[in-house]
């Protein structure tokens, strides 16, 4: 099987065709493409917490990686910025060891510089 997104235990061809699109910004004049993504991801999620832990982290990662592509329009980035909350609070639920609690407030962390350094370019 491809691993298109070796990131994701899911290689479902159909929501690679949209993390592909999501990612690289294949239509930007569609934000639902994101938020169809998060409901597809989520029936394939079973009840395993780390699974779900695992999906969330690699759905936060897609978004952010798209966040950081300056080659992509401000919009379909900032629509990324955005809709990165939804994993992330999703994670801040699963939480139940402080090693988690320690990679999800690496995670803010990350998003907070991410932001900050591309926030000059997502003006526009």
């Not at 994701?8 to 493409?33: C, M, T, W, Y």
């Not at 409901?39 to 780390?50: I, P, R, V, Y």
């Not at 779900?52 to 690699?58: G, I, M, R, T, Y």
């Not at 907070?112 to 926030?119: A, G, L, N």
């Amino acid at each position: 099987m491809c691993q298109c997104f070796p990131q994701f235990d899911s290689q479902d061809p159909a929501i690679n065709v949209l993390r592909h699109k999501i990612r690289h910004g294949e239509e930007v004049d569609n934000p639902s493409l994101v938020l169809i993504w998060f409901s597809m991801e989520l029936t394939l999620m079973g009840a395993c917490k780390h699974a779900a832990w695992s999906l969330h982290v690699a759905e936060y990662r897609l978004l952010l990686d798209t966040l950081a592509d300056d080659m992509l329009e401000g919009h379909w980035r900032l629509w990324c910025l955005d809709n990165i909350y939804k994993p992330l609070c999703a994670l801040s639920r699963l939480v139940d060891s402080d090693s988690q609690k320690q990679e999800l407030e690496q995670l803010f962390y990350e998003l907070r510089v991410t932001s900050q350094f591309f926030q000059s370019g997502l003006a526009h």
